[in-house]
């Protein structure tokens, strides 16, 4: 009797130990329409609204002023917009990699396609630089061979687009012919030349092969959008304006 109840017994241990398949037999989604009978919950309300204020007040903060419109469509292979950001890239991008290197960078460049919004006549807060630059692309600095330095010229002629370059280069296109002037030196075939741009470019973004393999890459983890944060605070007022530094010649 003893040994039936132990052979009954590992029997039923062996059949409860086994391990069985499951199959999901049906799925059923109920959807909800979002209307103005729907209560809200007025304990949430209450437990978020102090956070909800605080980033209103936040974004809301006033950092400079614009006496006009800022655009990147004011101009032809440049605008104001672009201008000013190239510019304020290449003040942090400089500093930053001064700071750890003790060189300095030559000039910068960044894509058309990155400014998302304008900056217009008035008060500009921290909601207008989020709005500029949504992106969490960061700076950084690339060494790049001359030859590197004219794919990158021949790829702005090519694409016709005002990529966003610093008062640093001077670029004149006659006829298709174009020349070169960085720093108001021509080009120098037997040296090689930091340019601070994007992290996002650096890896090809917007086709930008020429950054991809760089004779050195500096990493900032510095955000473009800070920059333009931090830059717009230390001014009163915003001032960026169409210049030589792309010339068009008939």
Sequence with gaps: MKK?????????????CEKRSQQVIKITAKTTAINPEIQQDSIYIKKFLPYKNKMIEEISTILSYAPKNL????GKLQSTLGNL????????????FQKETGKTVDFSMSNYGSIRSGIYKGNVTVSNAFELMPFENTLVVVELTSEKVKELFEYFVAENKANPLSK??????????????????????????????????????????FFVNPESLY????LIRNAIEEYFKSKDTLVANLDQRVIIKD
Excluded at 4 to 16: A, D, G, V
């Design 219 to 222: 990493e900032s983890n510095f």
């Design 71 to 74: 655009e990147r469509t004011d």
């Design 4 to 16: 039936i109840w132990i052979l009954f017994f590992l029997t039923y241990l062996f059949i409860s």
């Design 85 to 96: 950001i190239a510019d304020l890239s290449y003040e942090k991008a400089n500093e930053l």
């Design 168 to 209: 640093h280069v001077k670029f004149i296109i006659d006829d298709g012919n174009y020349t070169i002037k960085i720093n108001g030196k021509p080009l120098n075939n037997n040296r090689t030349y930091f340019v601070a741009t994007s992290n996002y470019l650096q890896k090809g973004g917007d086709e930008m092969n």
